[in-house]
């Protein structure tokens, strides 16, 4: 079944990432000569703002959703460098993630709990996925939107 | 330069922490791409020796695991994608002149192919977490449309 088009029926529609909820589709829509991420609520396709991904980030590709949409990574752009790009829906933070020198970032894929990050490099003409930590760096995303506590007890 | 790309964006630049042991085990794996993560798991696509499969890697144990039925000498896989359990996979793979996209359960070692309609022709595909949903880009009449698939 095709998936609600946003008012986009007219553009390439590309790069599908579903939320593990269900709730949430992002998505990469080609227009006005660059490639730009959405991201839809599901089921009925509304539109649903973005605070960082704006058109001073394009072109986007490879978007990735955490389980309940906290977290949606995407492959952006810098001026011209390409890098990697998280925006916490729930902070209204952007993390940005420079890549080692040399390669250039094709494809992403960000765990359901955001756990890691796999990331498929180009080097010198040649493709390879590399895996990293996110621990450090994000909050889990698990599902029914549990959050772990930090040390001590909740007050 | 790149300070102030990311002052640009609104953020400051974080450093990742690379995973050593699968990195490896991917680096000797030959070529790798189209990755898609679930929480224990690493489906990608690998090459060696001009042939590409699927691979499935747990990430606690840091190897393979068997995917019997899935990988064929005369397939060629284009996209490939897991649910957050390692239970189910989605696959766009080309087979005899055509583009086809499946659903292989892993318990079972079943293949199932999934029919698109309107006819398209499938490219990229995603899993979603919890294994009951999927969404593929699809190509009709020349342009590139998102296709969402309840599964039982």
């Known amino acids: 079944m095709p998936a609600p088009n946003a008012g986009f029926g007219g553009s390439n529609r590309a790069d599908p990432a579903l939320s593990g909820d269900g709730r949430w589709l992002a998505s990469v829509i080609e227009q006005g000569g660059t490639s730009r991420v959405i991201l839809q609520s599901q089921p009925g396709g509304a539109l649903q703002p973005l605070r960082h991904l704006g058109p001073r980030t394009t072109p986007h590709g490879s978007p990735s959703l955490s389980w309940n949409g906290r977290y949606l990574a995407v492959l952006a752009s810098a001026g011209e460098r390409r890098l990697i790009a998280i925006e916490d829906r729930q902070r209204g933070s952007l993390l940005r993630l420079p890549l080692p020198g040399g390669s250039q970032p094709e494809r992403l894929s960000l765990a359901?709990?955001?756990?890691?990050?796999?990331?498929?490099?180009?080097?010198?003409?040649?493709?390879?996925?590399?895996?990293?930590?996110?621990?450090?760096l994000l909050e889990p995303d698990r599902p029914g939107g549990i959050r772990e506590l930090g040390g001590g007890l909740a007050p | 330069m790149l300070l102030l790309a990311a002052l640009a964006m609104g953020c400051q630049p974080m450093a990742l922490q690379p995973l050593p042991a699968?990195?490896?085990?991917?680096?000797?794996?030959?070529?790798?791409?189209?990755?898609?993560?679930?929480?224990?798991?690493?489906?990608?696509?690998?090459?060696?020796?001009?042939?590409?499969?699927?691979?499935?890697?747990?990430?606690?144990?840091?190897?393979?695991?068997?995917?019997?039925?899935?990988?064929?000498?005369?397939?060629?896989?284009?996209?490939?994608?897991?649910?957050?359990?390692?239970?189910?996979?989605?696959?766009?793979?080309?087979?005899?002149?055509?583009?086809?996209?499946?659903?292989?359960?892993?318990?079972?070692?079943?293949?199932?192919?999934?029919r698109i309609q309107p006819e398209g022709v499938p490219r990229r595909v995603q899993l979603r977490a919890d294994g009951r949903q999927l969404a593929v880009e699809v190509s009709r009449q020349g342009l590139w449309q998102i296709d969402l698939f309840q599964l039982p």
């Not at chain 2, 679930?38 to 699927?54: F, K, S, T």
């Not at chain 2, 606690?60 to 995917?67: H, S, T």
């Not at chain 2, 766009?92 to 055509?98: N, P």
């Open chain 1, 112 to 136: 359901p709990d955001a756990s890691r990050l796999a990331v498929q490099l180009q080097q010198q003409g040649r493709r390879r996925v590399q895996l990293f930590s996110l621990r450090a």
């Open chain 2, 22 to 114: 699968i990195n490896g085990r991917l680096e000797q794996a030959g070529s790798s791409r189209e990755p898609a993560l679930g929480d224990r798991w690493l489906a990608v696509i690998v090459g060696q020796g001009g042939r590409e499969r699927v691979e499935l890697l747990d990430l606690e144990r840091g190897l393979p695991v068997p995917l019997p039925g899935l990988n064929r000498a005369d397939a060629q896989p284009v996209s490939v994608s897991v649910a957050a359990a390692g239970d189910r996979l989605a696959l766009v793979r080309q087979l005899e002149g055509r583009t086809e996209l499946v659903l292989y359960r892993r318990s079972v070692a079943s293949l199932q192919l999934l």
